[in-house]
């Protein structure tokens, strides 16, 4: 058979080296047909991951994947096409669907292919990588879940989890109608620990997780024991009265809860200045303008508790995103104020007269404040502790009012103390109602955000680690709407 | 084919403007392809066996290899090409189940993906003992040589780009000039050649297509929007035929007439409380795949995702097989991965498995479960008590060879009623109650209580009088559908494929589930939009 795969691109531990990246790149350069824009990308990605269940180990993988992705405009149409073979054939043919779509498409302009090369080189790039992450063993995570299960077995409840450790590259390389070549290469690590122990009759659960892109800075048994504890003290759980409460959210809640302000889940994205979304549906916008046919923003306005800020640096090493054009710092709300939304390049050239733009991201700090969670507890005279969300769905995107479940414990608190463990609720509660009640913040920590691979790779960029670091709240009024059966 | 109204003039445009240079690309124009191997070439097999054998001397009890090689043609879509080859390698050692995937297809490729398959297997086996019984492969037609290609007409993969773009375009120019609509249309096509062999002879392999077709659109009406969609397009295995022989532009047209009738009833807030309620065919089959559905996956029942995809309100499938009031009497329910065009339809599963249609809930009791070869295993002691043999139904799954298979729901019919009831017919006979019309459903992570939403309307005397905004349906799932008073006729029944989501990592599955329509004596009905 003739050899159609390069083995030799790929390293030991599955990834690409910049080196090989580079001869891909320059490869699908030699091989362009058209005088155009090309802008190529080149990722590859190595995964280690144990999954376990019923107390036993149930699938222990091993993954790698490739991507060679294609975009091109020629005469003003756009093309793009992928594959994950890297052998010259492959790469004639992505290439050759690229510029095919491309002359199909001439005079129709793509709207989100730059006309001119953008310049990456000032943006901040922050550390993404860990030898220990990449150096993990599986017989290491083994060991992990030999532990995992054996404290959950000793109880006589069942523990499920997952484990995994795993590396991407990116190389990207652009080409002008100039023959301006830009290259860049990337990569990242992220490791992943969550745990779920339940009690066999499926009457109570608990939960601990965490993602970082290093295992050095992931206490995976402590997560194995703290999810076992949470499943002992939700046993037994009481039916209260839905109804408003004081509610302590645990860190993981809070970045579930407030995700929806960042991406309420609709094809117009809610946070674009210059987008199409403008009227009553939207919570950064006042309404349109019809005489600019423009949306007015709230930048400026408070619109939440002005003890909250939130932002994304780059170069903030627990945050962590690669270096791309739209990708620099942004402060989303300072001190309750609105300050930042996106809008794309064409808009800056457009409406700001500036080379710039803005891009969404998911990855966030939301500042603390200096309240332990045990300070949290002990001052609530009667309060709900949250533990974590299920199915959260924006009802109203004006308001982001949403609706969902709570999942793996939920906890009264009287008197300063949990007191019982009761029936998981359904919860009508909007992030920015909530956030104007905040009582109290605790200390930020970063929490479990996997970034969803493979199917992300080419987006890699600006999830990265999708990393998320938010304080614990205190918050009243929280609105809790009916009882479900649901651990 | 994401066409906003200004777009969509300069497609217009373009479609005069671009004859000439369409010529001279015209008979280069189908979907690329370098040139590969057929997947029935015998220079696979050898690689597929290379890691069966490395495996089995390093001593798995059993092992399988899977190679596949996935286009997709995503009119609309960025990109719209997309190729892949994979290739997975998954053993069992000691009880313990190892796995190693890449893209690269070679005989030192397929003995590295074995040795890593084995070492992550032998990874846990130096602790606890794991016991896994796979189900015999004895079944009745279970082949274990064999190829297969999904029935089409016309491969969108020969044909040529611009014929099946134009078609799209042709029916968008109809919908906005005929139906007065703003269309958002494309459609995704899948050719995926596979091979699976295994350590027990098994060689099979399998052509298989997907075509799904999005007809998206919105209507306004007197100053309000509503986005609606075909649901007669949904995920078929099927080619591009399935798509081109549909009376689409009719369908369009009724839709677009249809959701301008819903928009002029009155909008009113809800009245809280419970009601009589009927739920359409659309709506049923979102229930039955989110329900019974996943909660029928063994695996679910059983744990496995218990950090992941969501468990079951099963929670002792051994005992509650046979037992379990699932729904009322009325309630049937059968699975399969063999119907015509069924969104799950193969020849042979994950596993190798020929798939065979089986009965999930009969007369309202939980009658099976849907299994793979371990899972099917598990319940022997069950079937030994209803004098069956265990035998998988075939339900494993992955999206590609890169993923390991797991547990996926078949395709699923709910058995219609006796009579000729239609969902207007139904409605006809509720005095006062409610009416759901294209209605999601999302569930907790035991798929025990859920939340129905969608297109809701109150009816009096038989008819639909009012539209409810910020409404949802508020239900425990086996009370549900114990309240079931009356089921729609063979008429009235809808095909519609679903996604469900499960695994770690996450991935989805899509099957074709067949619905119809409904009434539930009593549903609680909520206002969304009011908090406690």
């Not at chain 2, 846990?124 to 274990?144: D, I």
Request: aromatic share 8%.
């Amino acid at each position: 058979m003739k050899q159609i795969y390069p083995e030799s691109f790929i390293s030991d531990h599955g990834m690409m080296s910049k080196e090989n990246t580079e001869r891909i790149l320059s490869r699908l350069h030699e091989l362009r047909e058209r005088q155009g824009i090309y802008r190529f990308s080149v990722s590859s990605a190595w995964g280690s991951d144990i999954r376990w269940a019923r107390n036993r180990a149930s699938m222990t993988s091993d993954r790698r994947t490739v991507q060679v992705m294609v975009f091109c405009e020629i005469a003003g149409g756009g093309g793009s096409a992928v594959t994950n073979q890297i052998d010259s054939d492959s790469l004639k043919g992505v290439l050759q669907s690229a510029e095919r779509q491309s002359l199909r498409k001439a005079d129709q302009r793509a709207v989100d292919i730059p006309m001119e090369l953008s310049h990456v080189s000032t943006i901040p790039r922050t550390i993404t990588w860990s030898d220990t992450t990449i150096n993990r063993t599986v017989e290491e995570s083994a060991n992990v879940v030999q532990y995992a299960t054996s404290l959950a077995e000793e109880q006589d409840l069942l523990s499920a989890g997952y484990i995994e450790s795993h590396g991407m590259t990116v190389g990207s390389s652009s080409i002008d109608i100039y023959d301006r070549v830009q290259q860049s290469y990337s990569a990242m690590t992220q490791a992943q620990c969550s745990s779920t122990v339940r009690h066999p009759q499926g009457t109570a659960s608990g939960w601990a997780g965490l993602a970082r892109y290093d295992f050095d800075r992931i206490d995976e048994k402590a997560l194995a024991a703290q999810s076992m504890e949470k499943c002992i003290a939700s046993l037994n759980p009481v039916r209260i009265e839905p109804g408003r409460y004081t509610t302590i959210l645990e860190p993981q809640a809070v970045a579930e809860f407030i995700h929806p302000m960042f991406d309420s889940g609709d094809s117009h994205p809610a946070m674009r200045i210059g987008g199409e979304n403008h009227g009553p549906s939207n919570p950064y916008f006042l309404g349109r303008d019809q005489s600019v046919s423009r949306g007015i923003s709230k930048i400026g306005l408070k619109i939440v508790d002005e003890r909250i800020t939130i932002s994304h640096d780059p170069a903030d090493s627990e945050l962590g995103i690669l270096a791309a054009p739209g990708l620099g710092p942004v402060t989303w709300i300072d001190k309750g104020v609105l300050t930042g939304l996106t809008y794309t390049r064409d808009y800056g050239l457009v409406e700001l007269n500036e080379d710039s733009e803005v891009h969404r991201r998911m990855s966030f700090r939301m500042e603390g404040g200096n309240t332990s969670f045990d300070e949290m507890i002990a001052g609530t005279q009667r309060g709900l502790l949250i533990s974590r969300f299920y199915k959260l769905r924006v009802v109203d995107r004006g308001s982001l009012l949403m609706t969902g479940v709570t999942r793996d414990g939920l906890w009264l608190i009287e008197d300063g103390k949990i007191s019982k463990a009761v029936r998981n609720f359904r919860i009508n509660e909007s992030p920015l109602f909530a956030l104007n009640n905040v009582e109290q913040l605790g200390v930020a920590t970063p929490v479990y955000r996997p970034f969803p691979w493979p199917e992300l790779a080419p987006l890699f960029q600006q999830h990265a680690l999708s990393q998320v670091i938010v304080p614990p709240i205190k918050v009243n009024d929280f609105s809790f709407t009916a009882s479900i059966d649901a651990i | 084919m994401l066409f906003s109204r200004r777009k969509f003039v300069q497609v217009g445009v373009n479609l005069t403007a671009g004859t000439a240079l369409s010529k001279q690309l015209l008979a280069s124009s189908t979907v690329h392809r370098a040139a590969r191997h057929e997947i029935q070439d015998p220079i696979i097999k050898d690689i597929g066996d290379a890691a069966l054998q490395v495996a089995n001397s390093a001593g798995a009890v059993y092992a399988d290899a899977r190679l596949d090689h996935t286009y997709e043609y995503v009119v609309g879509g960025r990109p719209p090409e997309k190729e892949s080859m994979s290739f997975g390698v998954r053993v069992l050692v000691d009880g313990y189940w190892g796995f190693a995937s890449s893209p690269i297809w070679s005989k030192e490729e397929a003995a590295r993906l074995a040795r890593a398959a084995i070492r992550n297997a032998r990874a846990n086996t130096v602790g606890k003992a794991r016991h896994a019984e796979l189900a015999p492969l004895s079944g009745v037609g279970q082949e274990l040589v064999g190829h297969w290609s999904t029935p089409i007409i016309d491969d969108p993969f020969t044909m040529s780009m611009e014929e099946i773009d134009d078609f799209f375009q042709g029916i968008a120019t109809y919908a906005v000039n005929s139906c007065g609509v703003n269309p958002n249309f494309g459609a995704t096509f899948l050719k995926q050649d596979k091979l699976f062999a295994s350590t027990l002879g098994q060689y099979v392999t399998q052509q298989l297509y997907q075509a799904t077709g999005n007809f998206k659109f919105s209507v306004q009406h007197k100053g309000a929007e509503v986005v609606t969609a075909l649901d007669t397009t949904t995920t078929a295995s099927a080619g591009f035929e399935y798509i081109r022989d549909q009376p689409l532009r009719d369908q369009i047209k009724e839709l677009a007439e249809e959701t301008r009738a819903d928009m002029s009833l009155p909008v009113v807030p809800v009245d809280v409380g419970r009601y009589e309620t009927v739920l359409d065919a659309n709506t049923v089959t979102s229930l039955l795949s989110e329900t019974i559905g996943v909660a029928t996956e063994l695996d679910r029942a059983l744990g496995y995702e218990a950090n992941a995809g969501g468990t079951s309100y099963i929670v002792n499938p051994l005992e509650m097989i046979g037992t379990l009031r699932i729904g009322s009497p009325e309630l049937t329910v059968t699975a399969n991965r063999n119907e015509v065009r069924g969104a799950a339809t193969v020849q042979w599963d994950d596993e190798g498995v020929v798939p065979r249609e089986f009965i999930l809930v009969k007369d309202g009791l939980l009658n099976d479960m849907q299994t793979d070869r371990e899972g099917a295993g598990f319940l022997e002691d069950v079937y030994k008590r209803q004098k069956m043999t265990s035998q998988s139904y075939g339900c494993s799954y992955a999206p590609n060879s890169g993923f390991v298979p797991l547990t996926h729901s078949a395709n699923l019919k709910i058995k219609p009623g006796v009579g000729n009831e239609s969902f207007e017919s139904l409605v006809g006979q509720v005095d006062k109650g409610i009416a759901f019309k294209r209605s999601g459903v999302d569930m907790d992570y035991q798929q025990s209580s859920g939340l129905l939403f969608g297109q809701a309307f109150n009816v009096k005397n038989g008819k639909r009088i009012s539209r409810i905004v910020g409404t949802a349906l508020l239900f425990r799932t086996p009370e549900l559908w114990n309240s079931i008073t009356a089921i729609g006729g063979q008429a009235s029944s809808k095909r519609i494929a679903k996604n469900t989501f499960k695994g770690q990592p996450a991935r989805d599955a899509s099957h074709s589930v067949t619905g119809v329509p409904i009434v539930l004596k009593e549903a609680t009905v909520i206002d969304t939009l009011r908090k406690a």
